[in-house]
C-alpha cells in the first residue's frame, strides 16, 4: 500500500478550539495511520511556539503560521518570515484605523493590550476568535506589543468591526500580504489573518509532498475555517469539519463529524486510513 501524507488542522479539527488536547479517538486514529504507513502533519496557522505543546504526539512534521515555516521531521524545508518594510506599513495602517494586531514569530506572540476588553465585548463568531479569547485568558505565552524585540514576524492576526478598517492596509500591501477573513459574526467581530503572499498551507502541503516524492492525488487535508481554503484546495482529498465554514464545506470531498464528536476518528476510517 502506498504512503499517503494526512494534514490537520488544529483548532476545531484536532482539538476544540482554543484546547491543545485531541479527543483520545483523534489520537488513536493517527497512530493507527502511522502504524498503517502513512504519515500525519499538523497544517495550522499557529506559530511553532503555540503548536509545541501538541509536539508530543509524534507528528512527522508541521507546516506551521499558515505556510510560512515547514518541517518534516528535524529538518526545515521552508522559513520565510514577513518582509520588515511590509510589516512596518501593515502595522501603522492598522492601528491608525483601531484595528486590534496580534503579531507572531516563530518562538513568541505578541498582542496589542487592549485586545481582551475588545474581545469581551464579542461573542462565539468562530473557532480563531473562541482561541485567541482563551489564549489571553490562560496567558498562553502572548506577551504585550511593547515588549516585541524585532524579531521576523510569519503572520499578523486581526480584528476590528468593520471591512473598512482595512482597507488603507490593503490598499497599501494587499500586493504583498492576503487578508484572510475568516468571519463576519453576529457580535460585531470582524477576525483574519494577513499572511504573505508567497506561501499558503496548499504550498505547503506541495512542498512535503514533493520532498517525499508522494503524488498530490494520495495528499488528504482535514480543516474547518477559511484559514484551510488553500490546504483544501491542493489535498487529494478534502475533509471539512461539521463544524467548519459552510464555504469550506462546499468545496470539501467530504464533511465529518465535529470535532467533539470523533469526526477525526470517523472520517480516518471511511478514508481507509487508518491500520486494519
Request: with cysteine.
Amino acid at each position: 500500500m502506498s504512503t499517503k501524507l494526512i494534514f490537520l488542522d488544529i483548532d476545531g479539527t484536532l482539538t476544540p478550539a482554543g484546547s491543545n488536547e485531541p479527543p483520545a479517538s483523534a489520537l488513536a486514529a493517527i497512530r493507527s495511520a502511522q502504524a498503517a504507513g502513512n504519515k500525519v502533519f499538523l497544517c495550522t496557522g499557529r506559530n511553532l511556539d503555540m503548536l509545541s505543546p501538541l509536539l508530543k504526539y509524534g507528528f512527522d512534521g508541521v507546516i506551521a503560521s499558515a505556510g510560512g515555516y515547514v518541517t518534516l521531521g528535524e529538518q526545515v524545508l521552508f522559513d520565510c518570515p514577513m518582509d520588515p518594510a511590509i510589516q512596518k506599513t501593515a502595522m501603522e495602517l492598522l492601528a491608525r484605523e483601531g484595528v486590534f494586531r496580534t503579531i507572531e514569530a516563530k518562538d513568541a506572540t505578541y498582542g496589542d493590550e487592549n485586545l481582551s476588553s475588545f474581545l469581551e465585548q464579542a461573542g462565539d463568531g468562530n473557532s480563531e476568535l473562541i482561541r485567541w479569547r482563551k489564549a489571553l485568558a490562560e496567558q498562553l505565552n502572548i506577551q504585550p506589543m511593547d515588549r516585541y524585540d524585532g524579531r521576523p514576524i510569519y503572520k499578523i492576526v486581526y480584528m476590528c468591526q468593520t471591512r473598512e478598517q482595512l482597507q488603507p492596509a490593503i490598499d497599501a500591501v494587499g500586493h504583498e500580504l492576503n487578508f484572510v477573513i475568516q468571519a463576519l459574526s453576529d457580535h460585531n467581530c470582524l477576525n483574519g489573518e494577513l499572511i504573505n503572499r508567497r506561501f499558503d498551507k496548499g504550498t505547503g502541503v506541495r512542498l512535503i509532498a514533493e520532498t517525499l516524492g508522494v503524488p498530490i492525488e494520495e495528499t488528504y487535508g482535514f480543516g474547518d475555517s477559511m484559514n484551510d481554503l488553500e490546504m483544501i484546495q491542493t489535498v487529494g482529498v478534502s475533509v471539512c469539519m461539521d463544524n467548519g465554514n459552510p464555504q469550506l464545506k462546499a468545496i470539501s470531498s467530504l464533511v465529518c463529524p465535529a470535532v467533539e464528536h470523533d469526526g477525526l476518528a470517523w472520517a480516518f476510517e471511511k478514508l481507509g486510513l487508518t491500520r486494519a
